[in-house]
Structure formats: structure tokens, C-alpha cells
Nanobody, 114 residues
Framework: QVQLVESGGGSVQAGGSLRLSCAASGLSRGYYWMAWFRKATGKEREMVASIETTGRTNYRDSAKGRFTISKDNAKNTLYLQMNSLKPEDTAMYYC?????????WGQGTQVTVS
């Protein structure tokens, strides 16, 4: 069974940095579409960044120039390097992976910027 486990969240001052990780298990190692989503209190869930099976990356405008998504295909591990954090980045961050007809989700890791 596919499982995703996020880590690396925490509290940080504005302008600081965090690196989130997402470890996938229960499937063969290789290339998968993966992404980071976030949901702030009182707001809708939104996609922050994604990485395609080709390695192409995509970012929402507010994250461009500050966030970097990357993946280690041999380990099925996803990363999100977040720099120059702003209070508006405060949210629960979720990892997602697409396999076949199913999108799998992690439990989330909280990021708080003050």
C-alpha cells in the first residue's frame, strides 16, 4: 500500500528557510508525478509546486524565485526548499503522488511563519 510521510515543517521567522521532505513507500522506485500542496486556515487548498515524470518543474507565481521542488527518484523522496519565507506561507503542507488512476496524499506537516 502506498504511503507518503512528510517531515521538516516547523516555526520560523519571516525571511527564514525550511526544507520539507516527503518519503514515499509501497511502490517501486522510479519516476512519478509528485507535488506539494498547502492549505491555510480559512482558505482553499492550493498547489505550490509540482514535478513531472520528465523532471519539469512548475510553481505557483507566489512561490517562484523562493521555493525549489526536487526529487530523488532512486529513493522516491520529494523535497521542497523554501527560502525568504513570508507570513502568507503559513499553512499545512501536503505531499501528493499520482500512480495509475489514484492520487495519494501524505498526512501533512505544519509550516508557521511569524
Amino acid at each position: 500500500q502506498v504511503q507518503l510521510v512528510e517531515s521538516g515543517g516547523g516555526s520560523v521567522q519571516a525571511g527564514g528557510s525550511l526544507r520539507l521532505s516527503c518519503a514515499a513507500s509501497g511502490l517501486s522506485r522510479g519516476y512519478y508525478w509528485m507535488a506539494w500542496f498547502r492549505k491555510a486556515t480559512g482558505k482553499e487548498r492550493e498547489m505550490v509546486a509540482s514535478i513531472e515524470t520528465t523532471g519539469r518543474t512548475n510553481y505557483r507565481d507566489s512561490a517562484k524565485g523562493r521555493f525549489t521542488i526536487s526529487k530523488d527518484n532512486a529513493k522516491n523522496t520529494l523535497y521542497l526548499q523554501m527560502n525568504s519565507l513570508k507570513p502568507e506561507d503559513t499553512a499545512m503542507y501536503y505531499c501528493a503522488l499520482d500512480y495509475g488512476l489514484v492520487r495519494y496524499w501524505g498526512q501533512g506537516t505544519q509550516v508557521t511563519v511569524s
